[in-house]
């Protein structure tokens, strides 16, 4: 553990512990454990959190609608009758934090778990009569634009919706089944589904009212299973959430679930999971796990169903994550079908086998790649995570291994590399520290600062440089932290040129983890366990003194993205901490490219892309998904919903068909010897999987613009 976390560690126990000689003036025996738990957390949030806001009138009536919308995101169980009953506490929920006291809390989730029941037996009653395959008018899919109906009544109207949309769904799905059941040709299959929809199967019909009922039946079983345990969690979150996004009260059996991680150690298909407004999205992918292996799922999907196999799947779009992960974990070698909504509309089934994650694919790996007819050779380093095992310092850390593959790459003669740092989501900040320092003499890395304004820079602790040629750094909007600092440093040092999506993810600032349990005195043990508290504890900054909290780094060459017209990373979380700077630290900047070179670079980078079709349909797909998402009304008409995924479903394929034969790609196995048929099939397996990555070839493209340029080494 390293001194910060050290000092952070001892100063939330103090802390802690001066709390509870504030509040243990009763006996253990009366001690009330929520009460506890609620002004512990309070308490700790505002007094620690890097940057807390003031706990008054207007934070409460924040707090108010925040956990009513938590509580029933898509809006449909609680009415505008029930807010009113509620609005009393809107200017109290402050006063209740401070106190312990749940009236609040209890009388809403009362008032909740009555709609519940009630609803439930309207939906049994709707759903005794057929839906229609088409109807008219629309339904609305983004929670964000819906708003609560007038009163109980009005439920009906928005149930029969939602149940309409949902058959509609079903019946699709199905009828698509059917069309792969009877071997239909890729070509026959679309014409095929719309003669089912213009002229409706009943069989299929029948099947998917019975799916309908199965479905919600089960979504009400699971909602009657949340206990009041459960809801005080999304209370509690609601309130760690408000300082910033990446602020969390875990209960007990969440922290379990974070350290043997919902996506990754356990056998299962590696995404990390996440709720936003309802749905369970994929926050990222572990790397290593089936799921990146596969490379189908990707962060931002959102996954409404989970079957196992061939089996019918289940509808898990309503459930809260804990919920949802029981039915997507399993056993090795099983199968689970994921069907996802991606960013653009297009809903497909994605099948994964599950496995534990490969630690060998998490660590650096490196290439050497020409263009076919020319005489310059690159290296290519790619980075999945930052891994640092500071446990037993005879494991593998990403410093060291980027160190080895640079030293090996140099000894054969490249021109220039590539260090990909894509999809990274950070790690060991030490070695990111050391990372940056491969390629510099000495200086300055980054700065850290705590929420007493007190400043650490943390510098390159070597001062040899094991890599000054021409470099390049691969970003995209999903290359956070630890990725960030290295590509900031580089760039403002002007060691590298970085490309990639228009910025970084954004996150700037740096948790710390603190068991509530340690804070407990004897006496009070009967009160474990209490949860764990992840809190933003510090913030990130350049050496020139700007944060890479919200805006991320940015792209010196900037290549066309799917999501360039959405807000992804953290500017699009809640409450995210804002940008700001402070003094910029003393530091030699490098023999950087001039502004000339990089003008001649982007003229030539963006003839290429104009040029090549890929990146023509990823503008085309970017402008689509933005449309979609300002457009979010689905019609309640089959026919119309089937049309617009099979549009979206094209459009994919045509970005998924790029190839550059053009491209040789040689693994980097200095010294290996005796290869396993195994590891040569892998190897060509990731060598074809370049070849089809338009972003490496373009950046490739670039750096050999760079290498023969006038100026250029």
Request: charged share 25%; hydrophobic share 35%.
């Amino acid at each position: 553990m390293s001194a910060i976390a050290l000092s952070i560690r001892s100063r939330l126990v103090l802390t802690l512990l001066f709390f509870l000689i504030m509040v243990t003036g009763c006996s253990a025996q009366n001690f009330n454990k929520d009460r506890f738990v609620v002004q512990l957390l309070t308490y700790s949030l505002f007094s620690q959190h890097y940057a807390p806001p003031v706990l008054d009138n207007a934070l409460s009536s924040t707090l108010f609608d925040e956990f009513l919308e938590n509580l029933d995101p898509q809006k449909r169980f609680l009415t505008k009758q029930d807010i009113q009953k509620l609005e009393s506490y809107r200017y109290l929920v402050d006063d209740q934090l401070l106190s312990g006291k749940t009236d609040f809390f209890d009388l809403a989730i009362g008032i909740y778990s009555t709609r519940i029941k009630e609803v439930e037996q309207l939906v049994v009653s709707l759903l005794k009569n057929p839906f229609p395959l088409q109807s008219t008018g629309t339904i609305e899919t983004d929670p964000k634009k819906t708003t609560y109906v007038s009163e109980m009544a009005d439920l009906t109207s928005l149930w029969q919706k939602r149940l309409t949309y949902q058959c509609q769904l079903t019946y699709i799905e199905k009828a698509e089944a059917k069309a792969l059941l009877e071997k239909k040709s890729t070509s026959d299959r679309y014409t095929f589904v719309l003669a089912l929809l213009h002229h409706p199967d009943p069989s299929l019909i029948e099947a998917s009212q019975k799916k309908l009922k199965k479905d919600n039946t089960l979504l009400f079983k699971n909602l009657k299973k949340e206990t009041r345990k459960d809801r005080l969690n999304v209370y509690l979150n609601t309130l760690a959430h408000r300082l910033d996004p990446h602020t969390d009260y875990m209960a007990p059996e969440e922290k379990e679930n974070f350290d043997i991680g919902i996506s990754g150690t356990l056998e299962g298909i590696g995404a990390v999971l996440k709720e936003e407004e309802g749905f369970i999205k994929v926050s990222s992918i572990v790397v290593g796990s089936a799921s990146w292996r596969q490379k189908e799922l990707k962060a931002e999907d959102i996954i409404l169903k989970v079957g196992q196999g061939n089996t019918d799947p289940i509808d898990i779009s309503s459930m809260r994550v804990n919920e949802a992960v029981q039915y997507i974990r399993g056993k090795k070698g099983t199968e689970v079908r994921l069907t996802v909504k991606k960013p653009n509309g297009q809903i497909l089934v994605i099948p994964i086998i599950r496995d534990i994650v490969v630690i060998e694919d998490t660590y650096a790996q490196s290439a050497i790649v020409r263009f076919s007819g020319s005489k310059r050779r690159f290296g290519y380093i790619s980075l999945p995570l930052f891994y640092h095992d500071f446990s037993n310092t005879k494991n593998r850390n990403s410093a060291d291994d980027i160190k080895k593959e640079l030293v090996s790459l140099q000894s054969q003669g490249v021109d220039g590399i590539v260090l990909d740092l894509r999809n990274n989501s950070g790690g060991a900040l030490d070695d990111a520290i050391k990372m940056a320092g491969l390629f510099i003499k000495d200086g300055p890395i980054v700065q850290i600062r705590n929420k007493d304004n007190d400043i650490t820079i943390q510098s390159d602790p070597d001062p040899n440089i094991v890599y000054s040629g021409p470099l390049i750094v691969m970003i995209n909007t999903f290359s956070a932290s630890a990725s960030e600092i290295v590509a900031a440093a580089l760039q403002d040092y002007g060691r590298a040129l970085i490309v990639g999506s228009g910025h970084s993810f954004g996150k700037g600032t740096v948790q710390g983890f603190f068991n509530f349990d340690d804070t407990v005195e004897r006496g009070y043990s009967h009160l474990k366990p209490l949860g764990s508290l992840k809190i933003s504890l510090q913030k990130f900054y350049r050496i020139t003194g700007e944060s890479t909290q919200y805006k991320g780094v940015l792209s010196d060459m900037v290549l066309p993205d799917t999501l360039d017209n959405t807000k992804v990373g953290e500017k699009s979380l809640s409450h995210s901490l804002p940008w700001d700077k402070i003094s910029m630290t003393y530091f030699t900047r490098h023999a950087a490219i001039s502004s000339k070179e990089k003008a001649d670079l982007l003229i030539k980078s963006e003839a290429r892309i104009r040029s090549n079709p890929f990146f023509e349909a990823i503008k085309t797909q970017s402008q689509k998904i933005k449309l979609s998402q300002e457009n979010s009304k689905e019609p309640l008409h089959a026919t119309l919903l089937y049309k617009e995924q099979h549009r979206a479903k094209k459009d994919i394929d045509a970005i998924r068909s790029f190839q550059d034969p053009s491209l040789e790609v040689h693994p980097n196995d200095e010294g290996a010897l005796d290869l396993s048929q195994e590891k040569k099939d892998k190897q060509t397996e990731k060598a074809n999987h370049l070849k089809k990555d338009a972003y490496l070839v373009e950046t490739l493209h670039i750096l050999e613009d760079a290498v023969m340029h006038p100026s250029g080494k």
